[in-house]
């Protein structure tokens, strides 16, 4: 999540929608007014210092935000990134198979990508695997939505309607190379697990 009061714009953060690289590209703009809250740099410190006070984190709701700027929300542009739920739950899948030792991962099946949508953790929907929608939960008429498929096209132009200078986006977190397909049986579970992801931010179903 990037909280700009100098330019007053807000950047929601997805997980597994390129937040990291986006975040820090962002910073890079950012002046002593504005509130960086990730896991990047020294953004990480002003995460820990929100989140104990406010409960806020780099993944917090629309909602939440919301609540929590009151009348002064009207005055921000908002923006989000948001992916195919394929491609997401893919990079899902990696992202805990980095990590398997951390709490949130260990309740997820990592042996394989089947067994990983499989899991009652992933069907019911625990920890960041929720869907996108649980996220950006409301307002959406007032939030730019742009799908990560279409980032390099897109990315100059948020730049300047942000009133940002131009900086090129890096790769950050990236999870490790792994060849991973799905079956029509991944596929159904991934339809029902984000129906409401598919409709939401159009994205096609295989099945149709």
């Known amino acids: 999540?990037?909280?700009?009061?100098?330019?007053?714009?807000?950047?929601?953060?997805?997980?597994k929608c390129?937040?990291?690289?986006?975040?820090?590209?962002?910073?890079?703009?950012s002046?002593?007014?504005d509130l960086p809250i990730s896991n990047i740099g020294f953004g990480h410190e002003i995460f820990r210092q929100y989140h104990k006070k406010y409960k806020i984190w780099k993944h917090s709701s629309?909602?939440?935000?919301?609540?929590?700027?009151?009348?002064q929300w009207r005055k921000y542009k908002k923006f989000a990134f948001v992916r195919s739920p394929y491609e997401r739950t893919k990079s899902l899948f990696k992202y805990f198979n980095k990590y398997p030792e951390q709490k949130q991962h260990k309740q997820f099946s990592l042996e394989s990508l089947k067994s990983f949508i499989s899991c009652q953790a992933f069907r019911n929907g625990q920890y960041i695997s929720v869907p996108i929608s649980s996220f950006l939960d409301?307002?959406?008429?007032?939030?730019?939505?742009i799908k990560l498929e279409n980032i390099t096209d897109e990315w100059p132009d948020l730049n300047d309607w942000l009133g940002l200078p131009y900086h090129e986006l890096k790769v950050f977190n990236q999870s490790k190379s792994m060849s991973l397909e799905l079956d029509p049986e991944d596929i159904q579970i991934i339809?029902?697990?984000?129906?409401n992801d598919f409709e939401s931010f159009a994205y096609n179903k295989t099945h149709e």
């Open 62 to 71: 629309v909602s939440q935000i919301k609540e929590l700027l009151g009348p």
């Open 18 to 29: 390129g937040g990291n690289s986006i975040t820090k590209a962002l910073t890079n703009s």
């Open 1 to 15: 999540m990037f909280i700009s009061n100098s330019r007053d714009f807000i950047y929601f953060h997805v997980p």
């Open 138 to 145: 409301t307002d959406l008429e007032s939030i730019r939505i």
């Open 191 to 195: 339809e029902e697990v984000y129906s």
């Open 31 to 33: 002046r002593f007014v």
